[in-house]
């Protein structure tokens, strides 16, 4: 038997609840739903799925809003539901990775709550970061932090203090400075680790400890790139002794229980820090997700990852679309990729995607991904090549983004689109019945798994060849080794397993690139021509294949 833990290689695919199947008809999703969706997954090939928050809370982030943490919000159903839902997917053979928000809760968690009624000083407050203002009577916020969402990151209560919160006002940050906050959360993950989850996806990881003295922040840093250490707010040393005491709570559990963190470090050294062998077992590899559809960048984001992840000991993630971010085959098919791939979202009066050229690239560069070592995350639809939604009217915007920037920045609702699984009916299949709670593009219809099932090329079937190809060669656990190329647009390495080489080919430029003749192909994000990868195609060979 294998004793290398499920998670290093594991391909885990993101399911964000309220988008992906709606049991009930109210056109939002829910955990039946999904529950009776699990066998798309089977046949996807994955090894685990990620579910989005589906907490009691008042949904003013969508679910990142907790209220409480050890209940189902009704509108996705009852902790019933969810033990179905894990019963099924384990018998399935499906792993099942929770979210957990240890950053903030919702303004109508109980502690809250009791905070804003016990007044100043209280110990309720001390749950919170509440601090007085600034100015002659305390009217400025206490620094300069600001949400991110848009606006301060204070707000002031009638009785004159203000609490911190990095996003949405409803969306109080717990001061974990305070031993009852590390005690309740831990006792959270009990909760869930006894109910059977597998692991665990940190929200916000990188926030939870700030500077001492909260000093205002040079805010001209970008959090996404910049060191963020040097930001008060985030990465800062203290949060590590937090994720040791996380990781001695799940090795008490059998079964390779696994934390996944969600923390936008800047610097790999930096993100790696987070996965010491006594910290966390994996984070979000962003810097890849940001990576331009460049060769030489791809190369040197790939290169850096690995090298960062290897220096601790630990295995690299790899990640193209989330619930945050601009699909990647929208992204990839505009020409200004860089500003929107983050939290802007894309709106009818911007530069509209290519979406032929999006969705070719898109193929491509999750051919490349699935081949990398190490593990990949999927985002639901994504095995479909549905693209953000970019012409969503003003009135239908819900991403509490689009209100707090003042209609500056749309948000993510684009990728947040609820699934079609059928090419007709009033939710393309989303539901039995009724409007989805955001519309669906047109172009939905056609790309539904019952449009794509059996269709040679399909990208349903595509996702399916790399990832049955992917387990039978173990590329998760391979080693990388890059080969040169004439051709500087050209990404070429091999990866070797103990099932043998696998060589990677991806035509990143506008030129397509030659292999010798007869080539094995193992599967091709597109056909080739003859021996020839035509532009923006990945390709798996078999054996160690030489450029010609
Ligand atoms: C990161 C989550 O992915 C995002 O959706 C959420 O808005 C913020 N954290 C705040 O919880």
Known sequence: MSTTPWWRDAVIYQVYPRSWADGDGDGVGDLPGITSRLEHLVSLGIDALWLSPFYTSPQNDAGYDVADYRDVDPLFGTLEDFDALVERAHALGLRVVVDVVPNHSSSEHPWFQAALAAGPGSPERARYVFREGRGT??????NNWTSNFGGPAWSRLADGSWYLHLFDVTQPDFDWTNPEVRAELESVLRFWLDRGVDGFRIDVAHGLVKAEGLPDADLTLDPHRDPTGLLPMWDQPGVHEIYRDWRRLTDTYADDRMLCGEAWVGPPEALARYVRPDELHQTFNFSFLLTPWDAAALRASITTSLASAADVGAPQTWVLSNHDVVRHATRLGRADASRTVVTEGIGPDDEQPDAELGLRRARAATALMLALPGSAYLYQGE???????????????????????????????????????????????????????????????????????????????????????????????GRLRWVEHQDPD???????????????????????????????????????????????????????VAPI
Not at 137 to 142: A, C, K, Q, R, S
């Open 137 to 142: 009577d305390g009217e400025l916020p206490p």
């Open 383 to 477: 095995e479909l090549g549905l693209p953000d939604a970019t012409e969503l009217p003003e009135d239908v915007l819900q991403d509490p983004t689009w209100e707090r920037s003042g209609h500056a920045r749309r948000g993510r609702d684009g990728c947040r689109v609820p699934v079609p699984w059928a090419p007709a009916g009033s939710s393309l299949g989303f539901g039995p019945k009724g409007d989805p709670w955001l519309p669906q593009p047109e172009a939905y219809a056609r790309l539904s798994p019952a449009s794509q099932d059996g269709v040679e090329g399909s990208t349903l079937e595509l996702y399916r060849s790399l990832l049955r190809a992917r387990r039978a060669r173990s590329l998760g656990l």
């Open 490 to 544: 050209v990404l070429w390495f091999v990866v070797s397993t103990d099932a043998g080489d696998t060589t990677v080919v991806t035509a990143v430029g506008a030129s397509p690139v030659t292999l010798p003749a007869d080539p094995a192909v193992v599967v091709s994000s597109e056909p080739l021509t003859g021996s020839t990868v035509p532009a923006g195609v990945t390709v798996w060979l078999d054996g160690a």
